[in-house]
């Protein structure tokens, strides 16, 4: 299972219902559910990934996650998950909505555009960067919404929802050193963010 998988899990915890959107082989509801006494379900695009939950015995719906989301009753699960997803959807804003929701608490980890080595790139060579977080070339990559962590701590603002707690990301996938922590924006390759509704009178922060 990638890094950030195995640090979502231990986010998540035990005995929790858990959606997972946009869950790629199943591997985390695998670990979810036969590990950690959960119970959940995924929400798949492709029909690569759709079969391969199939065969690791993961309850999965396959179809365009937005529209799924917009189906499931509210309060339905613990936790909603959305792992390296964000940057393909078509409305981040209203998942964001529809995620806090269907869960009182939400995982979502994303990429950081504004790392410095893909400004490098973009600013020496005059082309759009990639890595391993965003591997594809720009006419085939499935990523149409990128942005920086400081872009999507102000749109989880705008939501009324809080920063509980932001684990900042190497290029392994792996939690980050010290040094990350010094300018996250722009040392950070990606970030994994709990988040909670604000309560009326807290002010929302970026963690």
């Keep these: 299972m990638r890094p950030d998988l195995n640090l ?9 219902r858990v959606l997972d959107l946009g869950c790629g082989d199943g591997a985390l ?12 379900h995924g929400i798949e695009r492709s ?3 759709f079969h ?3 065969a690791r015995g993961v309850p ?13 009753p509210s309060d339905a699960y613990d936790w909603a998950v959305l792992s390296l997803t964000l940057q ?42 990639s890595s391993r ?13 990128l942005c920086t962590l400081r872009d999507f701590e102000l749109l989880v603002a705008e939501s009324d929802q809080v920063v509980e707690r932001r684990v900042l990301l190497d290029g392994s996938g792996r939690p980050a050193g010290r040094t990350a922590r010094l300018e996250p924006n722009l040392l950070a390759t990606g970030a994994v963010y709990v988040l909670r509704d604000a ?5 929302v922060s970026s963690g």
């Excluded at 986010?11 to 929790?16: F, K, N, P, Q």
């Design 8 to 16: 979502v899990a231990a986010l998540v915890g035990r005995d929790a």
């Design 29 to 40: 509801l695998e670990q979810l559910i036969t590990r950690q006494g959960c119970t959940g």
């Design 47 to 49: 029909i690569e990934g």
């Design 52 to 54: 391969a939950c199939i």
């Design 60 to 72: 999965v719906s396959q179809g365009d996650l937005e529209r799924e989301l917009g189906e499931l």
């Design 88 to 129: 393909a959807v078509r409305h981040p804003a209203r998942v964001l909505v529809e995620m806090r929701r269907v869960a009182p608490r939400r995982i979502i980890s994303l990429p950081n555009f504004g790392h410095w080595r893909l400004r490098a790139e973009l600013a020496l060579r005059g082309r759009m960067p």
């Design 133 to 145: 977080a965003l591997p594809y070339s720009w006419h085939e990559t499935p990523n149409i919404h």
């Design 199 to 203: 309560a009326p009178t807290e002010t």
